[in-house]
């Protein structure tokens, strides 16, 4: 089943290469902490092409309402139970959870308000046919290397593919995506090492009164060796 997302805010694109999310990758918007999406050739069964896009509380509920009609109804999932591998609020441990709520499948961030993330994985497995096209507000696709920029507006088909494994549930696979509104390339600025909170009293370590003993002094001389070389 297609899926027409219309007049969309996306953020997080990464469309241009397959990407891979690398545990031991440095990560450039907070250095004390390490993983980061690092890009991989096409022919990578690694990579995905990642995007996702702000939508209201109707779209969500709409799109919501078409996977849940999808899953019901395809022959790999009907009669099964959608979940969820999330994490418990109250133990801590992710768990399959049922899927009953918003919540259980699309994400909200205090920066964007009202407004729910629907994210789109497309899985490479060493295809390269699997990019999304992507078109400017004629019509005109963009090349290969284009990358689309974050808080660009568009409308979005979205394959909505329900799967079963050990779990079941619904995938969203970006087909194609028409740029409305391409936003202005923002420059990258590096995340800043964070302050000590008690910067305003820590400095130099005190002084004791005992640094001469407690600091080691140059070693003995090294005196030339009386043996004959061997």
């Given at each position: ?5 219309s007049n969309v ?15 031991t ?65 109250e ?20 920066e ?80 800043k ?14 002084k004791?009164?005992?640094?001469d ?7 003995p ?7 004959p070389?061997a």
């Amino acid at each position: 089943m297609i899926y027409r997302l219309s007049n969309v805010e996306i953020i997080w694109p990464k469309l241009d290469v397959p990407y891979w999310y690398d545990k031991t990758a440095p990560n450039p918007f907070d250095p004390s902490k390490t993983g980061f999406d690092v890009r991989v050739e096409k022919t990578d069964k690694r990579g995905e092409y990642k995007c996702a896009f702000l939508v209201t509380q109707e779209q969500a509920q709409d799109l919501a309402k078409k996977m849940h009609e999808a899953f019901t109804t395809h022959p790999k999932t009907k009669g099964k139970t959608w979940t969820r591998n999330l994490t418990n609020p109250e133990t801590g441990y992710k768990a399959e959870t049922p899927v009953t709520e918003l919540k259980h499948i699309f994400q909200k961030l205090e920066e964007y308000g009202d407004r729910w993330i629907v994210k789109t994985n497309n899985n490479c497995f060493g295809d390269p046919k699997t990019k999304p096209r992507q078109y400017d507000a004629t019509g005109k696709e963009y090349p290969d290397d284009f990358q689309l920029t974050k808080h660009s507006k568009g409308h979005a088909n979205i394959k909505i593919d329900p799967w079963s494994a050990a779990a079941s549930g619904v995938s969203l696979r970006l087909e194609e995506i028409l740029i409305s509104e391409l936003a202005e390339r923002r420059e990258f600025q590096p995340a800043k090492p964070k302050e000590h909170p008690f910067k305003d009293l820590v400095g130099d370590a005190p002084k004791t009164g005992f640094e001469d003993i407690l600091t080691p002094g140059p070693g003995p001389a090294t005196q030339p060796s009386l043996m004959p070389d061997a």
